[in-house]
């Protein structure tokens, strides 16, 4: 009977904690930390259940299952109208491990923040049960809630708490990268809305409810009309190419930890959205369209390596490397066999991993020298030798070392691609040896050589940011010498989804 209750503090934890900051008097900014942090622990205990008590071979689609009703039988709503209706499948597991792990290190980096930290912890947790609520909701009323929830909280968090660019010839407001973000992301969830309605209409069972509506068979024209609503609904957020240049632009402009969470987490949601509300609800639909994803998605990892091969600043280098990322995940999705599929889902945990342990050390660098141009450093390993090994392990995971996470993910999607798109794969790869030379020659530029004695004042990373680092560096290493849990949850969904070769 508990295993109903498992997933319904994921969203109740962070609103509670949200909650119970607006009533602490901002002069006391470290008791804001502690019931911070206390709070962001228990969501990483939870997460980490979630994922290690997701049953292997049960006969359940959904794990975990709890389900309350709100509104039925009112209006055009049937029985089990809109219901709060949670429960993980092998795909949503690791994606709520992998929230977990990025909030609970996104508050760690936090700590530093001074102005207002309250307030800014609040926008975060609320943030953060809107992520956990999207990867939980059966239901898509709810879906839709929380995936708005999670996104709307950015605007305040980027402009508020975020640092403005300024370039030789042109400058980057931080109030610039949030509106830009706002309005692309919002614009999409048009989409997405346009989409949820055409299905409860055209289902015609008065519910909202997915497993209801994964029972229904849509015509094969409705299917191939609606999924490119969903696709470019959820593809925005994905980074879709040319629908991502809100992405480096908003992880440049926000705070750390909101970069963490934006390029770990988010991004993350809009490739969940593909799986949830495309592949699943209209697998036809997703067969017919799927070619067209591959060819942007080929253009995502193309187009973001040699963008981000031409950054100088560490975070446009990083923004630019998750959207070259995120291309992988679409090239995973869009092969539509069990590989390619399992690939994407492992790159969506590796990359967020991966992605949120390198914003975290360009913060921790940022914060000290108050600058983020590569080619004025040289030598940091001499000085901040911690901090160095972190960034070179990111690094090399985005690579695809063996032996760390990046490179379980991209051999799944790699082979997937080959056995359907031989041509694609060749251009993957091809990707994969652009993001090396640009990852090693940031390494080479920032942090071997010569030590640059103009920052001699700099000093090795807090202890708060050793401690989220070592965390993000773990799970980096437990999925790249030990995926068979990572690859079991995710195969046992993805094996059973219809629209798979």
Known sequence: MLEEYVLLPLIAVPLATAVILVGVPSRYPNLVRYIAAVAGAILFGLSLYVFFGYELGGSEAFQFEGRWLWLENVGFLGDDGITLHLGVDGIAAPMVLLNGIVAFTGVLVSWKIDYRNKDYFVLFFTLVAGVFGTFTSLDLFFFFFFYELAVLPMFLLIAVWGSSSRFPTFERTKEYGAMKLTL?????????????LAVFVKAELGTFDLPSLYGVQFSEGFQKALFPVFLLGCGVLAGLWPFHTWSPDGHVAAPTAVSMLHAGVLMKLGAFGIIRLGIQLLPEGAEFWM??????????????????????DFKYMVGYSSVSHMGYVLMGLATMNSIGVN?????????????????????????????????IFGGLANKMPRFAAFFAIAGLASIGLPGLSGFVAEFHIF???????????ALAVFGAAITATYILRMLAMAFFGPFNEKWAKLKEMTRWEQAAGAILIFFLLFMGLWPAPFIDRISSTVLTLVALK
């Open 343 to 375: 690939g994407a889902v492992l790159q969506m945990f590796s990359h967020g991993v991966m992605t949120a342990l390198m914003f975290a050390m360009v913060g921790a660098l940022y914060d000290q020298a108050h600058v983020r141009d590569m080619s």
């Open 415 to 425: 082979v997937g691609i080959f056995k359907t798109y031989p041509v694609f794969g």
């Open 291 to 312: 070619p067209g994803l591959m060819v942007f998605g080929t253009i995502n990892v193309i187009y973001g390596a040699v963008s981000a091969m031409a950054q100088r």
């Open 184 to 196: 692309y992301l919002v614009a999409a969830s048009v989409l997405i809305f346009v989409g949820i």
